[in-house]
């Protein structure tokens, strides 16, 4: 049988849900966040806040909103675009030198009848 939370519990644990997810972006940065949500871990410390409230399992975070963006700080940016390591640049590309460019093919001609 498929019991539903009531109006107020509702409220309740989406209120938890919030003060949970703050207080998990306040205290890392935007890469450690975004690891935390793929990770579902937050999602199971909601499961846990919320079980005095209404019995919850299976508890996913699938959509999360940006409320004040974040100070820009130039200098973090760089590193986290030079962290980048030679085997994810890829592997190079040998360019065929003396490769002609192919022609463009000619129009069929239709019959008219």
Known sequence: KT???QASQL???R???AEIMKKAAQDVDLKG???KLTAESM???IEKACQTVYPLQNVFIRKAKLVKSP???VAKLMELY???SAEDAGAKVAAAAAAPAPAAAP???QKKD
Do not use: H, P
């Open 11 to 13: 409220r309740e644990i």
């Open 3 to 5: 019991s539903y939370a």
């Open 15 to 17: 209120k938890k849900m």
């Open 107 to 109: 129009a069929a001609e």
């Open 71 to 73: 100070k820009l700080d």
């Open 82 to 84: 030079t962290e980048t």
């Open 43 to 45: 999602g199971k410390d």
């Open 33 to 35: 966040l975004v690891s």
